[in-house]
């Protein structure tokens, strides 16, 4: 029986001491007793819910309105294939997820969950929800759904995260899919409208993303994963940080100036944007490494906040 020796070293800003973890082939685990909770860590729940809320949005700005019945449809369907590509995601990369501490504590690292009990878990849930979005929503959101699970799970866990610093620019487009999900539920079709929420979500993933990577730089490093401030540096990449939030700025924007949105979103949206914009700005001129990773982490923070707001203004603009 092989068995690999991973050095599982804190990295600054973590308080654990460095440890040792043996790492078996994950057929060789002893399992032991799974709970609820494990399966439900299995599924990124805060990240898909922040996900339905867009979908919702996507529901709600659709030109046709729709039924409870199909709303609830669309997003029980989409949030349980969500939950399954994040699971698939968890199964895929359960050896880099123990070379970091982020990560080190998920259901397969620390055995609470063997490998065929995620693979049956994720797969019995994707094809739940897939199949109900055909049955009860359209067969073209089943198609886009699966579409965004393939790409999520396949595309970017196991292909591009792997192989380019661009993976979570290219693999963003899976998770700002969930408003164009929301919409196609409502109308059977693709449109312009669904789109620019679609861009919202793909302009911010950058920003999102690389604040947590520059704060989490050495364990990426350690683990061999080449995001942009490893293979770049913090500098580059602080700077395409900047970049992304300037784009976001008119994209942000553009819900207003299309016409889909009134004046209590832009109310809202130009403040959030520009505080976003300063963020980044401040992230970007900070020289001091500390200081830095403490502004990394504020502007990862500030980011999830954003798109939440920026969602729920969406939401409150319609509803008004
Ligand atoms: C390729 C695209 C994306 C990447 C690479 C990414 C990456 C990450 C990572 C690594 C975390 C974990 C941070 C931690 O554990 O401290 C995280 C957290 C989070 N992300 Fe993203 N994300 C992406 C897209 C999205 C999207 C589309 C949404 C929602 C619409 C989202 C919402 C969130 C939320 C709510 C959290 C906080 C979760 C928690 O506190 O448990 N992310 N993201
Ligand atoms: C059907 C549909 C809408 C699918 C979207 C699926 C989904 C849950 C996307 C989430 C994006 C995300 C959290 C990426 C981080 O993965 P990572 O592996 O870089 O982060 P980790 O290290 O925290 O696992």
């Not at 494990?38 to 659709?62: H, R, S």
């Not at 997820?97 to 620390?110: E, F, H, I």
């Not at 196609?184 to 993303?209: E, K, Q, R, Y």
Request: a positive charge; proline letters at 5%; aromatic letters at 10%.
């Amino acid at each position: 029986m092989s068995q690999e020796l991973l050095s599982a070293q804190s990295t600054a800003g973590d308080q654990s001491a460095a440890t040792d973890i043996p790492i078996k082939t994950i057929s060789e685990q002893s399992v032991q007793t799974a709970s609820w909770k494990d399966y439900l860590e299995l599924c990124k729940p805060k990240v898909v819910l922040l996900m339905l809320i867009t979908q919702w949005v996507g529901i709600l700005l659709a030109p046709v309105s729709a039924s409870f019945m199909l709303i609830s449809c669309s997003l029980l369907g989409v949030g349980l294939s969500a939950g399954a590509a994040a699971a698939f995601n968890h199964l895929a990369d359960y050896r880099i997820d123990a070379k970091m501490n982020r990560t080190k504590k998920r259901p397969l690292v620390k055995k609470s969950l063997a490998a065929h009990q995620v693979l049956i878990f994720a797969s019995l849930l994707g094809f739940t929800g897939l199949t109900l979005l055909w049955l009860t929503v359209n067969p073209l959101t089943s198609i886009l759904t699966f579409f965004s699970l393939i790409g999520y799970a396949l595309v970017y866990t196991l292909y591009l995260k792997r192989a380019t610093p661009q993976n979570i620019v290219i693999g963003g487009l899976a998770g700002a899919a969930p408003p164009l999900l929301g919409w196609s539920s409502v109308t059977n079709s693709i449109d312009g409208g669904a789109l620019l929420l679609v861009l919202i979500i793909f302009t911010w993933t950058p920003p999102h993303f690389w604040a947590l990577a520059i704060y989490r730089k050495d364990e990426y490093a350690k683990a061999g994963i080449p995001m942009l401030p490893v293979t770049h540096g913090v500098p580059y990449t602080k700077l395409m940080l900047l970049l992304y939030t300037l784009l976001l700025v008119p994209i942000s924007l553009l819900p207003w100036l299309s016409g889909m949105s009134g004046l209590l979103y832009l109310s809202g949206a130009v403040p959030l944007v520009m505080h976003y914009l300063y963020s980044s700005w401040k992230l970007f001129k900070e020289a001091d490494p500390l200081e830095e990773r403490k502004q990394a982490i504020k502007s990862f923070r500030y980011s999830i906040i954003w798109l939440f707001a920026i969602f729920i203004l969406l939401i409150g603009d319609r509803m008004l």
